[in-house]
């Protein structure tokens, strides 16, 4: 996000002479800390507290980027939406969200689950797997979306055979029965929709004992993370994923770090001590010496200086783009071939979503609005309304592809351990 906003704040075409401020907090996925930000925000930072008719707000934020899981969202939204204050999040797909009785200023950059949930039917459709379990996360996320893919598997005809449910944080005991339920069962296939963080805490537990070999589909939280290659039962895994991306000029930003500049930052130290193991501080830790400036980002390998596969990141980055053209649509008017912004203009935060047209706005965040970052244009139709894509995108942990459920076989992926390849070869097997 920061690097979005210099690349804002340093743009001539858009909020030329205006530069953004920010405050960035970190939710620890937490909702009682998500909720304390969001009232911290909408108070804002004025020192003085205003009586009467003359309070002011010049310290109220005027948008927020997040929250990055929906039931953070949610709280956020019943807060700042009572203060007009619009809110774009990057990651939280609940279908509830979209409704705009209930969050008239929440928006986000990545679709509703309602989409992933129709696609991931049809794909287990597709392949002719009638008898599946069904998985999910029992949050906000995890329940709404299996409860829209279930309505999307009764209409394709598939039958299941269990529902099962939990948190991360509940006792081992209901992880236990949840792990029983799917090696005992008859289903070969697993429809799993289940946040990150709660599907490494099911496949601890199923580690300890391997089931049978199921045939995993995945929700877009898991399904792309690196980190579940290291459980050989979960290999083959597909399912729906957001379009990885590249946003030139990003790599060469994160690199621009010095130990200097490093330790000004707690979380930069944590970050630069462990990946050269070594210490900024003056007395270092055990097994680590002091950092003499030879460190070198450049020849560090992981996850930090790998940017050519970015998609969350993607989606913050277009959420920080469309709050700034919101902005630049309040202040900024076309005068003799000349963008010129309003600077003294006092902007309220409800002004920010209401557009020209009745309202309505097209926004196109492709490569020549977003300084060429986008993969491929985003579009948000309505009021600011969730954004919409024609296909899905098969995923599993080695990448993904386009896939459109409309044509016949179109542009199927086949590295998902040949699937399709061993219905077509012996079509009374289920799944393996």
Known sequence: MIFAIEEINNSTELLPGIKLGYEIHDSCASVPVAVHVAFQLSNGQ????????????????????????????????????????????????????????????????????????DALAKLVKYFGWTWIGAVHSDSDYGNSGMASFLDAALREGICVEYI??????????????????????????????????????????????????????????????????????????????????????????????????????????????????????????????????????????NPYTETSQLRVTNMVYKAAYAIAHAFHNALCKEINGTTQCDKLIKLDANQVTEWPVGGQVELELGPSSTGGGSSGPWTAGGTWGDPVRSSARLGNTKGASEWDPSREGGDLTRDALGTRERLEQDPEREAT
Not at 67 to 81: A, H, L, N, V
Not at 169 to 180: G, L
Not at 196 to 215: N, T, W, Y
């Open 46 to 117: 004025d020192p003085v507290f205003y009586k009467g008719s003359n309070c002011s707000q010049s310290g109220v934020v005027m948008a927020a980027v997040g929250e990055s899981g929906s039931t953070p969202s949610i709280s956020m939204s019943r807060i700042m939406g009572s203060f007009n204050i619009p809110q774009v999040s990057h990651y939280a797909t609940c279908a509830c969200l979209s409704d705009k009785q209930q969050y008239p200023k929440f928006f986000r950059t990545i679709p509703s689950d309602q989409f992933q949930a």
């Open 164 to 301: 099962e449910s939990y948190f991360r944080t509940d006792p081992s005991s209901k992880i236990q029965r949840v792990a029983d339920a799917i090696r005992r069962s008859t289903a070969m296939v697993v429809v799993a929709f289940i946040a990150s963080g709660d599907m490494r805490v099911l496949l601890e537990e199923l580690a300890r004992d391997p089931p049978p070999p199921r045939q995993w589909i995945g929700s877009e939280s898991w399904v792309t993370d690196t980190f579940m290659v290291k459980y050989r039962f979960c290999a083959g895994a597909i399912g729906v994923a957001i379009p990885q991306s590249v946003i030139p000029g990003l790599r060469d930003f994160l690199l621009d770090l010095s130990p200097s500049g490093v330790a000004a930052s707690t979380l930069l130290t944590e970050f630069w001590e462990d990946a050269f193991n070594c210490s900024l501080r003056k007395s270092p830790g055990v097994n680590k010496g002091l950092c003499d400036g030879t460190e070198d980002l450049k020849r560090l390998e």
